[in-house]
């Protein structure tokens, strides 16, 4: 399974950079073509918010539907403190939805993508495969 970051939905879904916005739906497609596809109700969560802070939440209520439809896994208290316990180690606590991500990816894909270079950050804590885009 591939764990997309919130950021790689953003840009499939906003045109903010035509090639970000062309690999990121390549990516997406693949990836549920193939059944590789996961995200997280935390990446749910945070794309909700990014389309309504933007005020496109309408708009965009029938690629909403799809990943909401796609979205496997969850966080419990455990996950968070995990989450927690990395990012006090290595003074990054500002980022902790990252980490909850890290540590959702970690139960359940091989792979996490973003556009995020923060995550470069973690990729020395993890075993999961970190792809910068």
Known sequence: MIFFDTNVLVYATIDQDKEKMMLSQKLIAQAIKDDT???SALV???YIFILS???IIHEQDEKLILFSSLSQG???TDTVMDGYSLCKKIDFCKNI???IHVKVAE???EKLVTFD???KKLQK???LEIEIL
């Open 37 to 39: 596809f996961f995200i």
């Open 44 to 46: 749910l969560s945070e």
């Open 53 to 55: 802070k933007l005020k």
């Open 74 to 76: 969850s966080h419990n």
């Open 97 to 99: 939805n990252d980490m």
């Open 107 to 109: 139960e359940y894909c």
């Open 117 to 119: 270079s923060d995550f």
């Open 125 to 127: 804590y993890t075993e």
